[in-house]
């Protein structure tokens, strides 16, 4: 008495399926599912992770003095504009105490 096998099961088109990571050739964009982090952030998004107003962003970006990616007429901003933001606000540490000029004179209450 022998009992049935199970066929083995078909490899080859496991070999044939290109790897998920390269197609055609080219490595697909990730939209950012697996780390949390999306592809491009709205003002919104963009002004909270930098801990900004919104119109801030939107009149910077509208005189393209920041960097920033317009989809149609859609205001963007990917992450390496967020850090371009960043890092074009960084200054270095001012050790000189700076004196201001007083611009008002006369004393108030007082005759000339």
């Known amino acids: 008495m022998t009992t049935p096998t199970n066929p083995p099961p078909d490899t080859t088109r496991f070999l044939a399926q290109e790897s998920p990571s390269v197609h055609n050739g080219v490595a697909p ?10 592809l491009l952030y709205t003002p919104a998004e963009a002004a909270e ?14 005189l393209r003095l920041i960097p920033c990616t317009f989809i149609g007429k859609r205001l963007r901003f990917s992450d390496a504009d ?5 890092a074009s606000g960084s200054r270095p540490a001012d050790t000189q105490l700076r004196r201001t000029r007083r611009t008002c004179t006369r004393r108030r209450g007082r005759p000339h």
Do not use: D, F, M, Y
Not at 31 to 36: C, E, I, S
């Open 29 to 38: 964009v990730h939209n950012g599912a697996a780390t949390g982090s999306p």
């Open 49 to 62: 992770k930098l801990a900004t107003t919104e119109s801030w962003l939107r009149r910077k970006a509208g």
């Open 82 to 86: 967020l850090q371009a933001i960043v």
